[in-house]
């Protein structure tokens, strides 16, 4: 699940929302497996978090790390 949710924001370098996420899945997937992936995703250093104001309460955007590959010579 977490690959797949990585795959997504790799795709989208815009942000994806939890609501999202959670489309992607057809509604399929629970808060705790969605919550459980992103986790694994931050704690690997592979995708990352931050709040956008909507007007009311923030909204979570969900954004993959770019990787960066060493230059060789």
């Known amino acids: 699940?977490?690959?797949?949710?990585?795959?997504?924001?790799?795709?989208?370098?815009?942000?994806?929302?939890?609501?999202?996420?959670?489309?992607?899945?057809?509604?399929?997937?629970?808060?705790?497996?969605i919550d459980s992936a992103l986790n694994l995703l931050s704690r690997e250093d592979l995708a990352y978090s931050e709040p956008k104001e909507s007007g009311g309460k923030p909204t979570e955007m969900w954004f993959a790390k770019t990787v960066k590959t060493p230059r060789t010579t």
């Open 1 to 33: 699940m977490a690959d797949d949710i990585l795959s997504l924001l790799r795709r989208n370098p815009h942000g994806v929302t939890r609501t999202e996420i959670r489309d992607y899945f057809n509604r399929n997937k629970n808060k705790a497996n």
